[in-house]
């Protein structure tokens, strides 16, 4: 942009207007405002070129101070001050009405504080500036579907196949993607599609848990409990640490009435010195003991039996909701445990 101001200062037109050309290439798949506008225009030649360059670079340049402002809104959410940091979005959103990221960041903050209602409006906002925001349309058909409105949310997916084509976009939101896409498969009773939207990955295990725990579901719908098992059994041992896997698998073992694959399991529970301590797997020992202990005389107690929504795993969603301000951002996930947590958070955030 500099380049080509400086060259229509010079009356080097031609010049300038292969250099805005270039831009437009080179910036098609960035989310600005300027480059929409400039894109509108379509090829720039000596005879269309704009001759408010000049007004339009400074523009832009009050708009990277504005990336400063945005940084520190979103870290001051990350801190936990949550209202002090959507009251900085707003403003920003107030300043900038015609930027659709500012929206879709304040959007994705309410989100996260459990406010959909307002969620839904910025994001509404944010699509109506730009019709074609991929990321835009994620987390609205996340909205949604945090408050179980799943054929919704599933409609804003294929409304438009082009803003959800894993093809045109960054690799972390294209699996994000197709993640939202199975959940909301699964939770429609759509099994073999929430399957077919991740065929695409590999080792989900590692690389999203969340997705590989998503399709342990989908076989224990349909009753494909090795394969199940076989899916839970890797997470476990890639997560070792992370009991709620393990409460996972428990779950499972118990349901199938694996007794000693599940006293293996609880032997090997992760956290023993936790604060406060973890009392699940002396639930799942304590149901083990009462279902074991049916078998020669009547049952005091059946064990549990799956009884969750299409799409869910031992009783949790595909997406849980912690706590407010306990979701962190998947872009500053640091550690394998991190990048877990974070798999549940929105793209954008």
Not at 232 to 253: I, Q, S, T, V
């Amino acid at each position: 942009m500099l380049e080509a101001a400086a060259l229509g200062s010079l009356d080097a037109s031609d010049q300038a207007a292969t250099s805005l050309n270039a831009l437009l290439s080179s910036g098609r798949r960035v989310e600005h405002p300027l480059i929409r506008h400039l894109a509108g225009v379509g090829r720039f030649t000596a005879a269309n070129l704009p001759d408010n360059l000049l007004a339009l670079l400074r523009e832009a340049a009050d708009e990277a101070r504005d990336g400063d402002r945005v940084r520190a809104a979103v870290e001051t959410c990350r801190s936990g001050d949550w209202d002090e940091g959507i009251a900085r979005m707003r403003e920003l959103c107030d300043a900038n009405p015609t930027y659709p990221d500012h929206r879709v960041r304040l959007a994705a903050a309410l989100f996260q504080t459990g406010r959909n209602t307002e969620a839904l409006v910025e994001v509404d906002q944010a699509l109506h500036l730009n019709p074609r925001y991929r990321t835009a349309a994620h987390l609205k058909a996340l909205v949604l579907a945090d408050q179980h409105r799943f054929r919704d949310a599933r409609e804003v997916i294929l409304a438009q196949a082009e803003l959800t084509d894993p093809v045109a976009g960054h690799p972390g939101e294209a699996l994000f993607c197709a993640y939202l896409n199975a959940s909301l498969a699964l939770l429609t009773g759509r099994r073999a599609e929430a399957r077919a939207a991740l065929g695409a990955w590999h080792d989900l295990a590692a690389s999203f848990p969340m997705a590989e725990l998503l399709l342990a579901a989908a076989d224990e719908l349909d009753g494909r409990q090795d394969e199940a098992r076989r899916r839970l059994e890797e997470l476990c041992d890639k997560w070792f640490l992370d009991a709620d896997y393990h409460h996972y698998l428990g779950c499972h073992l118990l349901a199938v009435r694996r007794w000693d694959r599940l006293g293996k399991l609880l032997d090997q529970w992760p956290g023993a010195d936790r604060v406060p301590p973890d009392t699940r797997p002396a639930y799942l020992a304590l149901q083990m003991k009462l279902a074991q202990g049916g078998r020669s005389r009547r049952r005091t107690s059946r064990p549990p039996q799956p009884t969750s929504p299409p799409g869910a795993c031992c009783g949790r969603a595909p997406w849980p909701r912690p706590a407010t301000g306990s979701r962190p951002c998947r872009c500053c996930a640091s550690s394998p445990m991190k990048a877990r947590r974070a798999s549940r958070s929105p793209p954008c955030w």
